[in-house]
Nanobody, 117 residues
Framework: QVQLVESGGGLVQPGGSLRLSCAASGISFSIYDMGWYRQAPGKQRELVAVITTGGSTNYADSVKGRFTISRDNAKRTVYLQLNSLKPEDTALYYC???????????WGQGTQVTVSA
C-alpha cells in the first residue's frame, strides 16, 4: 500500500518559517520525482516545487528564493523549507510522487500552512 504522509504544517506569522516533511512508503522512493503542490481555498492546485531523481529542482516563480525542496532517499522523505512566509502562501500543501517511466502518480493527504498575524 502506497502512503505519502505530510507533516510540519501550522500557523506562522508573516516572515516566519516552516519545514514540511513527506514520508513515503510502499514505493521505490529513489526512482520517483517528488514534488510539493498547494491549493488555497477557491483556487486550483498549483505546483510549488519539484525535485527529480537526479536532484534537479524547479520552483514556482512565486516561491523562488524563499522555499527549498530537498530529498533524503535513505529516509524516503522529501522536505520543503518555507522561509519568509507571506499570507498568500496560506494553503493546503500536498506531497506528490511521480514515476516518469510509467506516469504513476501518488498524492498525500495534505498539511495546512496558515500565514497570519
Amino acid at each position: 500500500q502506497v502512503q505519502l504522509v505530510e507533516s510540519g504544517g501550522g500557523l506562522v506569522q508573516p516572515g516566519g518559517s516552516l519545514r514540511l516533511s513527506c514520508a513515503a512508503s510502499g514505493i521505490s522512493f529513489s526512482i520517483y520525482d517528488m514534488g510539493w503542490y498547494r491549493q488555497a481555498p477557491g483556487k486550483q492546485r498549483e505546483l510549488v516545487a519539484v525535485i527529480t531523481t537526479g536532484g534537479s529542482t524547479n520552483y514556482a516563480d512565486s516561491v523562488k528564493g524563499r522555499f527549498t525542496i530537498s530529498r533524503d532517499n535513505a529516509k524516503r522523505t522529501v522536505y520543503l523549507q518555507l522561509n519568509s512566509l507571506k499570507p498568500e502562501d496560506t494553503a493546503l500543501y500536498y506531497c506528490n510522487g511521480y514515476w516518469p517511466r510509467t506516469h504513476r502518480n501518488y498524492w498525500g493527504q495534505g498539511t495546512q500552512v496558515t500565514v497570519s498575524a
